[in-house]
């Protein structure tokens, strides 16, 4: 009993701020307005730092370090293949449908609600590693998740385009400053001096983006896609994170890093998705109503998760 009341200190305050969100939103003291300038402040700005920070703090040159990427790397190609295959043979006529639900199949909240809750349960010590599986699952969700847009609804053979907008991207550009640090090994006063603030704006980014989160979440329910985003919760909460278990288990990885690795698998589909949807005319509906369910029915998914982990 004492490790179930372990797991629910660890997972209830994370969601405790993202129903605080969408309780301020509902009682009309955080506006629409709110939300986009606390999504614009976290994306933009505490998220990167937070990234660039912990790439910074890794050593990129251990061998463990290119383990849980190289093997996170392989759960996450694989497991695309997998999703790609099952949404393909889909009766589902549209190709803004097909490839909404390969992007909340596949691009999971690994920002908003994964940082926050691997460090709470993995410890500071282990937090970079935790960033650096966390963000291997973005950056490869939103890469192949803009191939899909290409395959099924823009089809102009021009996906480098869309790849190039990619690099562009504020957590890819944070990603790679904080590697090219670490490499060149970039330490002492000045450098602590610079880290300092950084690191303050990346402590901004878990509380702000649960509760910005929360608030996003508010009215996006549509009863006419149910079926549908139950089915892509299944597929992202269970299918996803078995099979990460079953790759990191094969490679050997280690206790904690396997645990790691499962639980950022296991994270509900991200609010990115939707950003991604608006941009590329998707079906914005069917983004919304599945990230609001998956993070609903995560508070037990990963529960159980940790359940087995801690």
Sequence with gaps: MQTIFEVLFVVLPIFGLVYAGYFFRKIKICTDEWVHI?????YYVSLPAI???SFWQINVREPMFWSIVGTN???VVAYAVILFGFIQVLPWKRGSLKAAAFMVGIVGNTVYIGFPLLADAFGKNLL???????TVHLVLGLVLSI?????WVIKSKRASAYILDFFKNPFFSSL???VVLSLLNFKGPVADMIQKPIFMLGTTASPLALFALGGFLHGKFAP???SRSVLLTVVKLAVFPLLTWLFVSLMGLGADFTAISVVVASMPSAVTAFVIAEK??????LVANTILLSTAVSIVTISLFLLRFI
Excluded: K, M
């Design 224 to 226: 006419h896609h149910l």
């Design 38 to 42: 606390l999504n614009q402040f976290v």
């Design 280 to 285: 590329y005319h998707l079906d914005n509906e």
């Design 51 to 53: 990234i660039s920070v």
């Design 73 to 75: 790397t392989a759960a």
């Design 128 to 134: 970079p590693y935790s960033i650096a599986a966390a």
């Design 176 to 178: 790679a400053v904080g």
């Design 147 to 151: 191939l899909a847009v290409e395959f």
